[in-house]
C-alpha cells in the first residue's frame, strides 16, 4: 500500500515554505520557519499549542482543517521526522538563489531580491488565498511571536527542547 504524506514531499516542503516567506516578507529563524512549516502543513494542530492574545478568533477556522484520515499521534516524533526535508527544502532554495546563504549559516532565513516566476507567484498567492485565515495566523501572531524564553514559540508549541536555550 501507498501512502502519501505531504510533510515527506519536498516541493510540497518547497512551496510551503515559499508561502510563508512571500507572506510574511520577513527574516525568520531556521527553527521557526520550521515550525510555522509543521502547522501550514498540519493545521489542525494549532489547537494544541498554549493559547495567546488573539488566538480565540482563528480557534473555528482550526477545528475546520481537521483531518480524520490524517491524525498526528506523536507531534514531537512527526516534527523531528520532517526536519530532514524541511531543511533540504531551504537548500535547495538557497541553491536557487532565493534565500540568503549567508543567513542560513547564522540560523536566519533571509530572502534573497531574486523574483519568482510569474506562476509560481500567482500559485502562492491562490494557496494564501484558499486558507487566508490559516496563512495569516501562521505569518502574522506566530511568526511576530519571540521563539526563545518564556512562553516563546519554542515553549508554546512543546515542539523543540527549550529549556537551556540562552535568552
Known sequence: MLIYSQAYDLYHTIFRILQIMEKTKQDLEVDK???????????????????????????????????SYERVIDRKRLFFKMEHIQVSAMKALISYDLFDANAFKN?????????????????????????????????????????????????????????????
Open 33 to 67: 520557519l520550521r515550525i510555522l512549516d509543521f502547522y501550514l502543513a498540519f493545521p489542525a494542530e494549532l489547537l494544541e499549542i498554549r493559547s495567546f492574545a488573539g488566538f480565540k478568533k482563528y480557534e473555528r477556522f482550526l477545528e475546520a482543517e481537521s483531518n
Open 107 to 167: 540560523g536566519k532565513i533571509k530572502r534573497t531580491g531574486v523574483q519568482l516566476s510569474e506562476s509560481l507567484s500567482s500559485r502562492i498567492q491562490i494557496a494564501n488565498d484558499e486558507k487566508q485565515n490559516l496563512i495569516t495566523l501562521i505569518t502574522g501572531p506566530l511568526a511576530s511571536m519571540n521563539l526563545y524564553g518564556h512562553l516563546g514559540l519554542k515553549e508554546r508549541t512543546n515542539l523543540i527542547e527549550f529549556k537551556y536555550d540562552a535568552v
